[in-house]
């Protein structure tokens, strides 16, 4: 890594915009009718998103596609670090099943889980097949 000053800045200023990406897909799905606050829609989304992004930022990094250090962190570390919830995942979770809604709680802690490494996956495989035969996932 050629500074860590740069790769902490990076990180920062990527952690802010995941930050206000997930605080702006809840108020955008809020908007659209999609999230009616008896199911964290919006949370569900950016954790399926987050996941998804994930496994194509790490097929570039481990197949060589030449993405820098600094670069990865500000991405995973920062991005995707602000923008998925599994903290607020787990304090709605709890609370969804306090609340007497045990059924629900556990539906999303499933869809939340095998949606998100399912998309996880599917984005190795869509990066694979972007990068042809030459650096795809084995």
């Known amino acids: 890594m050629s500074s860590p000053i740069l790769a902490t800045i990076l990180i920062f200023l990527g952690g802010g915009t995941g930050t206000l990406a997930r605080y702006g897909t809840s108020v955008g ?5 999609w999230s009616s606050g008896s199911f964290p829609t919006a949370t569900l989304a ?19 596609w030449g993405v820098r250090e600094e670069l990865r962190l500000a991405l995973i570390v920062g991005l995707l670090g602000g923008l998925t919830t599994f903290s607020s995942f787990g ?6 099943w306090n609340d007497g809604h045990q059924a629900r709680a556990i539906g999303y802690v499933l869809a939340s889980n095998i949606g998100g490494l399912a998309a996880a996956g599917l984005g190795l495989l ?12 084995s």
């Open 29 to 33: 799905l809020r908007s659209l009718g």
């Open 46 to 64: 950016v954790n399926l998103i987050g996941c998804f992004t994930i496994g194509l930022i790490a097929h570039a990094a481990l197949t060589g």
């Open 91 to 96: 304090y709605e979770t709890v609370s969804m």
């Open 126 to 137: 869509v990066a694979g097949s972007m990068a042809g035969s030459e650096g795809a996932a």
